[in-house]
């Protein structure tokens, strides 16, 4: 028998029908993981692009919905899941073509060590049953740094025959860890590690060094806000004197105008002084036609009199 790629061996395989009841009761149980995978699968754009999205819709029948949208997904899946359930609603070589290429971009897309082990090792060996395919991938899958959980997962989601050879296979593995493996896992958290640390340093300075700018910043606004605080005190204490000194000349001003005469002191003076001046103009006539020190004596006494009020 001539070399043969393990893929291409999968890729063979028709899903018997025991196979399928045992994929459609798995796709029935929201809770089982297969369920949980194969939505998972579809509702992802990493797995199901928007032109496999549009693909399927259209197999299905399902128009009007965006390519590769949220709305279509979720439609895709409860149409897959109804078939899963009735098996009716959709042609069944339709809905198992869809399976395969859903699991088939789930390993090219997601698994890729897995995908890239599928195409790389082939074989001779005329057994192409289902232990020996998994024999083969077990030993290859260290090389290729393939995980157990993924190999599990394909074992699940593809149709391969169920035998106990196999699930043994599974088992030993579980209980014997994959010391390769388990280094790998080692080495690869202490880079983790050692990453964390650096960044954690990268952080704290970069952390630090916003706490300088920030109390050269508030130093910068405490100045300009002192210097304003030390203007409104000046300003404050001249308007307080300023203040001071016109209340004071408020006070002056009153005292000056209670000291002033009443109206009737001031009427009395103007009658007095008219008084006055009609004296003294007799007195002046007296003086044009009489002479004489007793006249002009009296006279200097009228003019004292005047200069006392």
């Known amino acids: ?26 796709l029935k149980d929201k809770n089982s993981s297969l369920h949980k995978s194969f939505t998972q699968v579809i509702l992802s754009s990493n797995t199901i692009e928007p032109k496999d999205s549009a693909w399927i819709a259209k197999k299905l029948k399902l128009f009007g919905l965006r390519d ?46 897995l995908n890239e082990l599928l195409h790389k090792v082939v074989t001779d060996d005329q057994d192409q049953s289902t232990a020996k395919i998994f024999a083969h991938i077990n030993r290859e899958r260290t090389q290729f ?14 149709g391969f025959n169920r035998d106990a050879t196999t699930s043994q296979l599974f088992d030993n593995q579980d209980t014997n860890v994959d010391t390769e493996e388990l280094e790998n896992l080692k080495l690869s ?4 590690q050692s990453r964390i640390t650096e960044l954690a340093e990268e952080i704290r300075d970069e952390f630090n060094s916003k706490i300088v700018n920030l109390c ?29 000194g016109i209340d004071k000349s408020i006070e002056y001003a009153r005292k000056e105008i209670r000291n002033l005469p009443d109206q009737r002191t001031i009427k ?27 006249v002009k004596a009296r006279q200097r006494d009228l003019q004292s009199k005047r200069k006392n009020w």
């Open 1 to 26: 028998m001539a070399d043969v790629r393990l893929g291409a061996i999968v890729e063979s395989i028709e899903f018997s029908e025991e196979e399928k009841v045992r994929i459609l009761n798995g």
């Open 68 to 113: 590769g949208g949220d709305q279509q997904r979720e439609k895709i899946i409860e149409r897959l899941t109804t078939f899963a359930v009735t098996r009716g609603g959709t042609d069944e070589s339709i809905f198992w073509q869809i399976y395969r290429m859903t699991v088939s971009c789930l390993i090219i897309k997601k698994f890729t060590k």
């Open 145 to 158: 740094k393939v995980s157990l959980a993924e190999v599990k997962s394909f074992y699940e989601l593809w």
């Open 189 to 192: 958290l202490k880079k983790n």
């Open 216 to 244: 050269k910043a508030v130093d910068d606004i405490d100045k300009p806000i002192e210097k304003l605080r030390l203007a409104q005190t000046l300003a404050a204490k001249e308007a307080t004197e300023r203040y001071e």
């Open 268 to 294: 009395s003076i103007k009658q007095e002084m008219e008084s006055l001046g009609s004296e003294i103009e007799k007195i002046n006539h007296n003086i044009s036609k009489n002479s004489g020190n007793a």
